[in-house]
């Protein structure tokens, strides 16, 4: 019996609808900017209506599920807060891990900040632990200057995400909205002739931190995503099936 390609692809989209979990990018899958994108709706509502366990997974490290949360609201969909999950979040679930207790000297947003209080952290400009960089709207020469003083002093450098570039409402932009983790931790690799090591997609700790969340095997789960070196990369390595989108990078 011959197998059309309409056939396939209609055998494929009903495995994947059958999936129990489901790993979901945000910025250029969910919305650009302040732009829900299309489709979206239809595919929350697939999600809640077949009882899906969910998780919108994001290398962002700006917000806080809460502000995630309540940015969806205002572009009308309802999502609770437990379904989101940000690098800021795994990163310093990491740290805390390596470090109980530890300091931080921190470029990035209050959702970075804030993961890092919760988890014990406090923050250091003078000898701390680690120097992490996350997307930020305030990136200043002074900022940079401290960091590699203190990567140079003994301090281990972490970035919240590789990502280079982002989708806005008017097209690509260096990092998403701002500037992302890589874009700016290029410098201070360069200057200190050290390495940061990343923990956002496609790390597989944060995958890991995402199938616990949603307790379900990588079998059992697909990430969406429209980034090839990111998301669909995160899912090959952790044997996870993946889907890519074509309205972001």
Known sequence: MTVT???????????????????????????????????????????????KKF????????????????KLERLGLEVDEKHFYTSALSTAAFLKQQCPGGSAYVIGEPGLVGALYEAGFTMNEVNPDYVVMGETHAYSFEKIERAVQLVRAGAKLIGTNPDLTGPVEGGIVPACKALMSRALVAPIELATGKEAYYIGKPNPLMMRHGLSLLGVSPEECAIIGDRMDTDIVAGVECGIDTVLVLSGV
């Open 55 to 70: 998780l919108f997974l994001t290398n962002s490290s700006e917000r806080a599920p809460k502000e995630l949360q309540q």
């Open 5 to 51: 390609n309409l056939e396939a692809h209609a055998y494929t989209l009903e495995a994947l609808r059958n999936k129990k979990g489901f790993i979901c990018d945000m910025d250029g899958v969910i919305y650009h900017g302040n732009l829900l994108l299309p489709g979206v709706r239809e595919f929350v509502d697939f999600l809640k209506r077949e009882n």
